[in-house]
Antibody, heavy 116, light 108 residues
């Protein structure tokens, strides 16, 4: 069974960098598309970006200048860095696997609050 | 940018009733690239339908998806108590590569 688990600080100060990691078990990140999605409190889902197994990436243009998605195949993990955060980046952050055009396995999500 | 507009925002129904949820795209998309998710409070989204009409593993057959071009529909034939949740549609292939609709809440 495939399992994804997000980890990282729950509180980040404004203007700093949010860093999250998704640890994958039951599947190898050497194939597939590995996504980050976020959900601000009480709002809908926003796709952040994905990294493919070849390490090529695709990012949401609205966030592209601030994000870096990377993968570590030795640890079967992929990561998200979001720079210069503001209160608008407060959200639940999900990692998710996509083997095709849809996300079939999701992590439970981790809440990140941006506040001084 | 491909914008997905879901309607209605909220659907108030009773168990046993039929629910019809709409997802309209701002431009034509391939049905291959349209998916539906269910999300319950405090949980991650769960894939229900992919390719506009194919049920994901574990999706009950009371859920069905249809549509093409710019208009897609998720139908729940007879609502059960566990179906009261928020439903999102998602497209792949435009710019951004992935976008979600704003969601439809199905409530009692």
């Amino acid at each position: 069974q495939v399992h994804l688990q997000e980890s990282g600080p729950g509180l980040v100060k404004p203007s700093e960098t949010l860093s999250l990691t998704c640890t994958v078990s039951g599947d190898s990140i050497t194939h597939g598309y590995w996504n980050w999605v976020r959900q601000p409190p009480g709002k809908g889902l926003e796709w952040i970006g994905y990294i493919y197994s070849t390490a090529s990436t695709s990012e949401n243009p609205s966030l592209e200048s601030r994000i870096l998605i990377s993968l570590d195949s030795s640890k079967n993990q992929f990561s998200l860095k979001l720079r210069y955060v503001t209160a608008a980046d407060t959200a639940v952050y999900f990692c998710a696997r996509a083997t095709s055009t849809f996300m079939d396995v999701w992590g439970k999500g981790t809440t990140v609050t941006v506040s001084s | 940018e491909v914008v997905l507009t879901q309607s209605p925002g909220t659907l108030s129904l009773s168990p046993g009733e039929r629910a019809t949820l709409s997802c309209r795209a701002s431009q034509s998309i391939s049905s291959t690239y349209l998916a539906w998710y269910q999300q319950k409070p405090g949980q991650a989204p769960r894939l229900l339908i992919y390719g506009a009409s194919s049920r994901a593993t574990g999706t009950p057959d009371r859920f069905s998806g249809s549509g093409s071009g710019t208009d897609f529909t998720l139908t729940i034939s007879r609502l059960e108590s566990e179906d009261f949740a928020v439903y999102f549609c998602q497209q792949y292939g435009g710019s951004p590569r992935v976008t979600f609709g704003g969601g439809t809440k199905v409530e009692i």
